[in-house]
């Protein structure tokens, strides 16, 4: 009975150090699936309702893996950070050797998951895991890290495809740079929340090489984005209503960085929570689209 007590009192560290209890992250992961599942259905006409599963749990399981690797990772740095000094690695809440052995499950339960489709969807989970484990170590040694985390972010897009077993064609490469381009984009307002510490630790992000620059920056990104998924859904052949997703999509951009404009970290937070709704509008046009 202790042990069972003694278990259940890690349940709130593990959830918070997976993030489980803050969405917004694995709805920015899913959004993006979720569109590359439907052009790659649509493609090859029909609907797999267990790829769907199997990409759902997926993307939540790896994020939440992502997350404690980061932890790990950045355990020293976060301490001083005002947005991650309460983490639970960080304030030594959940050990080292706890922490890791949750990741192990996570990535366990993820690669059982990924070997339920193709072999062809199993290389690339090794790519999406590799990205996975560099990015952090990125913001030691590059102003550009979240280069590493788009292109691990947008590795569901082409598994997506594999999965379908469908070609690697322009539409997955129109998705997948456009995802990173609006991972670049929301990203890097989550950077400018925490570009004051960063500054004083040493640690580097594209809020920091971009400086005043910063949301023009981001609207660019936000504008290649908007640009490439709108390509995919014309090269789809989409209907004309897919295009409400994209001016939608424009629209939020524009209320974003209203938010952001003051630059605050409360601003830049908020700008940054409501970017999940970018990708959730483009997912509802391109279900218009295949109307």
Not at 9 to 33: A, E, H, K, N
Not at 95 to 109: D, E, P, Q
Not at 162 to 178: C, D, H, K, M, N
Not at 241 to 249: T, W
């Amino acid at each position: 009975m202790c042990k069972i007590h003694a278990l259940a009192s890690y349940i709130p560290l593990w959830i918070q150090v997976t993030r489980l209890d803050r969405p917004i992250g694995w709805m920015v992961l899913l959004w993006p699936t979720w569109i590359a599942l439907t052009l790659a259905g649509f493609s090859a006409n029909e609907f797999k309702l267990d790829t769907w599963v199997i990409f759902t749990l997926g993307v939540i399981i790896t994020r939440s893996a992502g997350c404690v690797i980061n932890d790990l990772t950045d355990r020293k740095f976060d301490k001083h950070v005002k947005r991650t000094q309460a983490r639970p690695i960080t304030t030594g809440n959940l050990s080292v050797k706890n922490a890791l052995a949750v990741t192990i499950i996570l990535l366990i339960t993820a690669f059982l998951l990924v070997l339920q489709t193709n072999q062809q969807t199993i290389y690339l989970s090794f790519i999406a895991l590799g990205l996975a484990i560099v990015y952090p170590w990125l913001k030691r040694i590059t102003f550009w890290p979240q280069i590493g985390l788009a292109l691990a972010f947008s590795m569901a897009i082409p598994m997506s495809f594999t999965a379908y077993e469908q070609p690697i064609s322009r539409i997955v490469w129109a998705l997948f740079f456009g995802n990173v381009a609006w991972t670049m984009a929301y990203d890097t307002l989550y950077a400018m929340v925490d570009r004051d510490d960063d500054l004083l630790i040493g640690v580097k992000s594209t809020a920091i090489v971009f400086g005043r620059y910063d949301l023009f920056a981001v609207g660019c990104f936000q504008l290649i984005a908007i640009s490439c998924f709108g390509y995919a859904f014309w090269l789809a052949k989409l209907n004309p209503l897919s295009v409400l997703g994209i001016f939608a999509a424009f629209g939020l951009t524009l209320r974003q960085h209203a938010i952001a404009g003051s630059r605050s970290r409360e601003a830049c937070f908020e700008a940054f929570l409501k970017s999940h709704r970018f990708g959730a509008v483009l997912f509802l046009g391109g279900l218009l689209g295949m109307l």
